[in-house]
C-alpha cells in the first residue's frame, strides 16, 4: 500500500485519506514553497473525520487513480482538518461564501502559490450531475485559466483577498449599550422566529440552538416572561424527543436534516453534546418536579452517559465526533445510519412479539419507516405514566443498546480539541453541582488536568492531540476562552484555588496574545504570533458553537468576580468594552447572538455572586451551597470556602459561628443570611 505523507499526521481525518493515491500534503510553508516553484496552483481540499459528503468525495474521486494522477501533475495538493485548523478554515470558507454563496464541506478551494484563493467550492461528483461538473472537469478548467489566462486569476486573487482583510476588520465602534430594554427586544426578535410547530428556529437543516437556550433562560430568570421559558421549553423537549436525540444511548446528533427534529444527520459531535449539556442541566434546575424523572433530567443525565461512555478517552479528554457512516465491510463505502435504525421485524426479533411490539409503539417504529428502506429513527414522544411502565421501558432500552451494540459502529474521531474540551469542562462542573453529581465534577477534573498536562506548552495552548500526543498547530481565541471557562467552572465546583490560579494565567495570556491594541474590546481568533495568512481571521458571530470573542467575554466577567483586586478592574472593564462591541449583533441579529446574549443578561444582573463563608464541609454549609446552586440564574458566581481564602471571601466571615452566604448583584449586597430558605428566597425575587 502506498502511504502518502499524511499517514503521520495527528489528525483522524488527515489519517484517513494517508493510503489515498494523491500525494496529499499538510498546510506548511515547503507546500507553498512547492507550488512556487512548480508554478502551479495549490488545490486545498478541507473537511473533517465525520463528515458524510467528505467521504462520499474521498470514496469518488481521491481513491481514484485516474483522479489522482490528474490532481499530482496540475497541482500541489493540501488537505486540511477543519477542525484541527479553524484559522485556515475560516479564511477560505468566508472565501467560499463570498464567491458562491453558500458553504460547506468538503471544501475545495484553489490558490495561488501564496495561499490567495482564486476559486473555490464544496462537494463536486466524480460525474456530472445537477447543473456541477464532474471534479475532473474543474480540474481540467482551473489548470486550463491557471496557464492561460493568469491575468484574471490574479485579478480574482485579489479581490478575494481585499474582501477577506475587510470582512476580518473587527465589530465597529459601539453603537448600542448593552440595557435590560435592549436585551428585551432581542428575545422579542428571536421569539418572533420560532417555529411555533415543531420547536427551535428556522426550516430544514435544523441545528439544535443551544447557546441561545441557555441565553433565554437567564433571561427568563431575570424577567419572569413565562413566555420565554415555555419556548425554551418546546424547542428543547422537541428535540429531546426526536430522532436528532440518541433514544438508546442519549447524546445529539449534529441536525435534523427535516424541521421536526426527526431524522438526523448522524454524527455525533462533542461540542453539540457538551453545550446542550449546560442547557438541559440549567432547564433541569428550573423544571417541575414529578413523581417520576422530568425531561430534563434524564437528558442531562444520559448526556453525561454518552460523553463519558462513548466520547471519554483514556487519557481523560474527551474525542470530538462519531461519524455520520457506518462501514458494513471492511473497506466498503459508509452507510448513514446503519448503526442507529430499526425496523418493526427488526424489534420483534430482538425482544419478542409482545416486548417487541410495544417498543416499536413506544419508539415510533413502522411497517412504512421514517427513513431509509422502510427503516425507522428511533423517537419518542411520551414518557410511561407510572413506575411499571418506566421499569419495562428502561429494560427493553437497555436490551436494544446490548443488541445495537453488536452491529458495526461508527468511527470515533478521537482528536482532543482544546475548546471542545473546554466545553465538556464547564457543562460538567455545572450540572454536577448544580444535580448534585460529584462524579461529574470529577470527569471535568481529569479533563482539566490531562488539558494542562499536554495541551498547555510553554505557557501556551495547542489546538489538539491525539493518543496522548499534542499536535503543533497553536490553539485559537475560542481555545483559550473555553478552557478558561472550565477552569472557573472547576475553582467554583470545587473550591479548590489551583484552578483560579491557572484560569487567571491563562486569561493574563489571552489577553496579551489575542487583543486588538488599536481597538479594546476586539479580539483576533488567532494569536498575535500565529502563522500569517492571507487576512488574520476574527469573526464575533455564534454559530454552531460560540465564538471565541463572547466566550472570552464571559470568562472576563465570571473571573472578575473571582480574581484579585488588580486583576478583577482590569478583567470587568475589558468584559464591558467586548459586550460593548457585541451589543450590535443583539440589536440587529439577536439569533446570531445567542452567547451575547447570555453573557449580556449575567452582566445587567451583576452578575450574581453568592460567597458562602464556611470552615469546614458541615451540613449547614452544604445546605446553603445547595440552596445557591439550585436557584441562583445562570451566569452567577458561586463560591464556598473558609472566610478570607479568596478574593470572594475577603472580609466575609462567618455569623455567630455559624456558615453565611452573602449574596451580590455587581457591587451591591445583601445582608449575609444563615438560613438556606432565606438565601433561595434572595436568588429568586
Not at 433571561?219 to 415555555?230: I, L, N, P, S, Y
Not at 452491529?407 to 474521531?413: C, E, S
Not at 488539558?451 to 491525539?466: I, M, T
Not at 455569623?655 to 443570611?673: F, S
Request: net charge negative.
Amino acid at each position: 500500500m502506498v502511504v502518502n505523507r499524511l499517514g503521520s499526521a495527528t489528525s483522524p481525518y488527515l489519517r484517513q485519506h494517508a493510503d489515498n493515491p494523491v500525494d496529499w500534503r499538510q498546510w506548511d510553508a515547503d507546500a507553498l514553497a512547492e507550488a512556487a516553484a512548480r508554478d502551479v496552483p495549490i488545490l486545498l481540499s478541507v473537511g473533517y473525520a465525520a463528515c458524510h459528503w467528505c467521504h462520499v468525495m474521498a470514496h469518488e474521486s481521491f481513491e481514484d487513480i485516474a483522479t489522482a494522477e490528474q490532481m499530482n501533475a496540475d497541482f500541489v495538493c493540501v488537505k486540511v482538518d477543519r477542525e484541527e485548523r479553524p484559522d485556515l478554515d475560516a479564511v477560505y470558507m468566508n472565501a467560499t461564501v463570498a464567491m458562491t454563496g453558500q458553504g460547506g464541506w468538503p471544501m475545495t478551494c484553489f490558490l495561488t502559490p501564496d495561499g490567495a484563493p482564486f476559486y473555490c467550492g464544496t462537494y463536486y461528483p466524480k460525474q456530472p450531475r445537477g447543473g456541477m461538473p464532474s471534479f475532473t472537469q474543474l480540474l481540467s478548467a482551473v489548470t486550463d485559466t491557471w496557464r492561460n489566462r493568469r491575468d484574471d486569476v490574479d485579478k480574482a486573487a485579489s479581490q478575494v483577498t481585499d474582501a477577506l482583510r475587510a470582512q476580518a476588520s473587527g465589530l465597529p465602534e459601539a453603537e448600542f449599550t448593552i440595557t435590560p430594554e435592549l436585551l428585551d427586544n432581542a428575545v422579542l426578535a428571536i421569539a418572533a422566529d420560532e417555529d411555533s410547530t415543531h420547536g427551535g428556529f428556522g426550516g430544514a437543516p435544523k441545528f439544535p440552538p443551544s447557546a441561545l437556550l441557555e441565553g433565554l433562560l437567564r433571561h427568563w430568570e431575570r424577567t419572569g416572561d413565562q413566555a420565554v421559558f415555555d419556548l425554551v421549553e418546546r424547542t428543547a423537549e422537541a428535540m429531546a424527543r426526536g430522532g436528532i436525540y440518541d433514544q438508546l444511548r442519549g447524546g445529539f446528533a449534529r441536525y435534523s436534516v427535516d424541521a421536526g427534529w426527526l431524522v438526523p444527520h448522524f454524527e455525533k459531535m462533542l461540542y453539540d453534546n457538551a453545550l446542550l449539556l449546560r442547557s438541559y442541566a440549567h432547564l433541569a434546575r428550573r423544571a417541575p418536579t414529578t413523581p417520576l424523572e422530568s425531561l430534563p433530567h434524564r437528558v442531562t443525565r444520559e448526556t453525561v452517559e454518552f460523553l463519558l461512555g462513548d466520547l471519554g478517552t483514556v487519557h481523560g479528554g474527551f474525542a470530538s465526533a462519531l461519524d455520520a457512516d457506518t462501514h458494513l465491510e471492511p473497506g466498503s463505502p459508509g452507510v448513514e445510519g446503519a448503526t442507529y435504525v430499526w425496523t418493526p421485524a427488526g424489534l420483534v426479533g430482538e425482544l419478542g412479539p409482545l416486548d417487541g411490539m410495544w417498543a416499536a409503539d413506544a419508539f415510533g417504529v413502522t411497517t412504512a419507516g421514517n427513513f431509509e428502506q422502510g427503516t425507522s429513527v428511533l423517537t419518542r414522544h411520551s414518557d410511561p405514566v407510572d413506575a411499571e411502565q418506566a421499569s419495562r421501558f428502561d429494560r427493553l432500552r437497555a436490551q436494544l443498546f446490548e443488541a445495537r451494540t453488536k452491529r458495526p459502529q461508527p468511527a470515533r474521531d478521537d482528536k482532543v480539541v482544546t475548546a471542545w474540551n473546554g466545553m465538556a469542562i464547564t457543562a460538567l462542573a455545572e450540572s454536577g453541582a448544580a444535580l448534585e453529581e460529584p462524579s461529574w465534577i470529577a470527569a471535568a477534573v481529569r479533563c482539566a488536568r490531562y488539558l494542562l498536562d499536554v495541551h498547555l506548552v510553554g505557557g501556551r495552548l495547542r489546538r489538539a492531540s491525539l493518543d496522548g500526543v499534542v499536535g503543533t498547530p497553536p490553539g485559537v481565541l475560542e481555545d483559550y476562552s473555553w478552557f478558561v471557562m472550565g477552569l472557573l467552572a472547576l475553582y467554583q465546583a470545587t473550591g479548590e484555588p489551583d484552578w483560579l490560579a491557572a484560569a487567571q494565567l491563562l486569561l493574563d495570556n489571552t489577553i496579551d496574545h489575542f487583543a486588538d491594541p488599536e481597538r479594546p474590546g476586539n479580539w483576533f481568533d488567532t494569536a498575535d504570533d500565529a502563522e500569517t495568512l492571507v487576512a488574520r481571521p476574527r469573526d464575533p458571530v455564534d454559530g454552531a458553537t460560540p465564538s471565541g470573542a463572547s466566550t472570552l467575554a464571559e470568562a472576563l466577567l465570571t473571573a472578575s468576580a473571582v480574581a484579585d483586586t488588580e486583576r478583577a478592574v482590569r478583567y470587568r472593564e475589558l468584559a464591558d468594552q467586548t459586550l460593548a462591541l457585541g451589543a450590535i449583533l443583539l440589536a440587529r441579529a439577536p439569533r446570531t447572538g445567542g452567547n451575547w446574549l447570555s453573557v449580556a443578561e449575567a452582566s445587567v444582573r451583576g452578575p450574581y455572586q453568592v460567597a458562602i463563608a464556611a470552615t469546614e464541609k458541615s451540613a449547614a454549609a452544604m445546605e446553603l451551597l445547595a440552596a445557591a446552586r439550585a436557584s441562583a440564574p445562570g451566569g452567577s458566581i458561586i463560591l464556598a470556602a473558609p472566610p478570607n481564602t479568596a478574593p470572594l471571601l475577603a472580609d466575609r466571615p462567618l455569623v455567630d459561628g455559624a456558615p453565611a452566604a452573602y449574596v451580590c448583584r455587581g457591587a451591591v449586597c445583601d445582608l449575609p443570611v444563615t438560613d438556606p430558605a432565606a438565601l433561595t428566597a434572595s436568588l429568586r425575587r
